[in-house]
């Protein structure tokens, strides 16, 4: 199995930056896509940014410009720099990682635990 660990959020005001980090462990074979989910409470989780193994990017519409990606292969660990944070980035984010446990399994998405990030003065 495959474990994601976050961390890195907390309470910072309005326009202050935060910068979460996930490290995956466990029986890794190979890690393509890493990424970030957000969500409020009663609403559906939403894409924040992910980025392939090669470094390619994408950003959900509301972060763009504000929130950079990146990850260390090495280190199995997804990193995402959250600057000119706004009260409405304030949710549960998630990590995730598309993965294999060995060179015939099947690709499966795993989840972290999730890691609290409020904007608030």
């Known amino acids: 199995q495959v474990q994601l660990v976050e961390s890195g959020g907390g309470l910072v005001q309005p326009g202050g930056s935060l910068r979460l980090s996930c490290t995956a462990s466990g029986s890794i074979f190979r890690i393509e896509r890493m990424g970030w989910y957000r969500q409020v409470s009663g609403t559906q989780r939403v894409l924040v940014a992910h980025i392939s193994r090669l470094g390619v990017t994408t950003y959900g519409d509301s972060v763009k410009g504000r929130f950079t990606i990146s990850r260390d292969n090495a280190k199995n660990t997804v990193y995402l720099q959250m600057d000119s944070l706004k009260p409405e980035d304030t949710a549960l984010y998630y990590c995730?990682?598309?993965?294999?446990?060995?060179?015939?399994?099947?690709?499966?998405?795993?989840w972290g635990q999730g890691t609290q990030v409020t904007v608030s003065s």
């Open positions: 995730i990682a598309n993965g294999k446990t060995t060179v015939s399994s099947s690709w499966n998405n795993y």
